[in-house]
Each structure stands twice: as C-alpha cells, then as structure tokens.
C-alpha cells in the first residue's frame, strides 16, 4: 500500500511540474497576404502523429552536448495545427466551387530545440546565459489535382533568441529573462505552422501553375 502511495505521489510531482505552453493558432499577417484566393474547393483533411500533451525540447549546449526534457513541457499540438490548417483552407479556398482538389496534410512532426550560444564558463564568470529557440515542424502534404498526384514533405523552423541573467537577492538567487520563455516558445510554435502553412501555399500554387 505505501509503495502504491508512493507512486502516486510521485506521478502527481510529475504531472504538477510540466509547464503548458499556451495554444496560439492565428494566421499571421503575412500568411494571409501570401496565400491566394482560390475558385477551388479543397476537399482537406488534417492528420497529426503529434497529439496534444507532452511536447519533446532538445537542450543543445555550446559544444554540443544534447539532452532531452521529456514531459518538462506540454502543448495543443495537434489542436493548434487543426485549427490554423482549418482557417487557412475556409479562408483560402472556395468551398462552392465546381473545380475541386483532394490534399491531405499531416503533421509529422512538432518539437523544440534550445541551443545555448555562451558557454559554462562564460555563464558562471558573467551570470549571462544567451540562447536560441527554435520550433521545428516537419509536414508532409498530398495533392490530387486534375486527375494527377503530387506529395512533397516540408520541416520549417522558425527561431528566436532569449538571454538571461542569474541575481542573487540576499541569500536567494534567482534568474531574469529578457523575455517570457514560455510565451516566446508559444509565439514561436505558432510561427512555425503558420510557415508550413506559406510552404504549402508556395507548393499547391506551382500544382495549379502546371494544369
């Protein structure tokens, strides 16, 4: 019984330490001006491999040394990239139209790297630590358009960097970022479908090009 207890406790200090990534899922301004309407109806649908829950961050250090947070961080993964593909297709496409096309759209892959640009030392002697974040996805796409197949698959990044500064108040030290590591990671996640989404409007537009 106690050791059952004490599995439970545990899952619960598990669970209670992942952090929730908050779910952004709008089109960008520059996806909307990019994208075209089309008189075509798109008959889509969106696959995930990525679910929602636990999302995998890569720590990379300045010599190269990686390591995995497993279960630190948790995302809509896969409601966020629904949602965002959804919009961009009732927006984009024209859903009376007599022209038609079938795609399927899967989301391969959704995760975040870390990649320190100071290294231990540099940290320890100054107390500033910077580092680039990046979101990557990985997207395969699959177009019938006119009797014709075509399937392309895409990883896009999108990155920005962060630097903090550790303090020491009294006996306490703490760490101060230059920005909020977690609304950045939400920000760039959400960047990251929206240039999937450029990618696929730069592919379907070269499948409409060429019939």
Do not use: H
Not at 41 to 54: C, E, I, Q, R
Not at 135 to 144: H, L, M, R, W
Not at 171 to 184: D, K, L
């Amino acid at each position: 019984m106690k050791k059952i207890l004490l599995l439970l406790f545990v899952a619960a200090m598990t669970i209670s330490c992942a952090v929730t990534i908050p779910m952004q899922s709008n089109l960008s301004d520059q996806t909307m001006l990019l994208a075209k309407n089309k008189n075509i109806k798109a008959n889509y649908n969106l696959k995930s491999n990525v679910v929602d829950g636990p999302i995998a961050l890569t720590s990379v250090t300045r010599n190269g040394n990686e390591s995995s947070n497993q279960g630190s961080l948790e995302y809509a993964s896969e409601t966020a990239f629904k949602r965002m593909w959804s919009a961009y297709f009732s927006s984009k496409f024209n859903d009376y139209a007599d022209d038609e096309m079938d795609v399927l759209v899967e989301l391969v892959d959704l995760r975040l790297r870390k990649q320190s640009g100071t290294s231990i030392g540099e940290s320890m002697l100054t107390g500033n630590t910077k580092y680039n974040v990046e979101a990557i996805a990985v997207v395969y796409f699959s177009v019938n358009y006119e009797g014709k197949n075509y399937e392309n698959e895409f990883e896009v990044v999108a990155s920005d960097y962060n630097e903090s500064q550790s303090m020491q108040s009294g006996n306490n030290y703490y760490t101060a970022n230059q920005t909020n590591p977690t609304q950045q990671k939400s920000k760039l996640l959400e960047s990251c479908l929206n240039k999937s989404i450029i990618q696929f409007e730069n592919f379907v537009s070269s499948v409409i090009l060429n019939n």
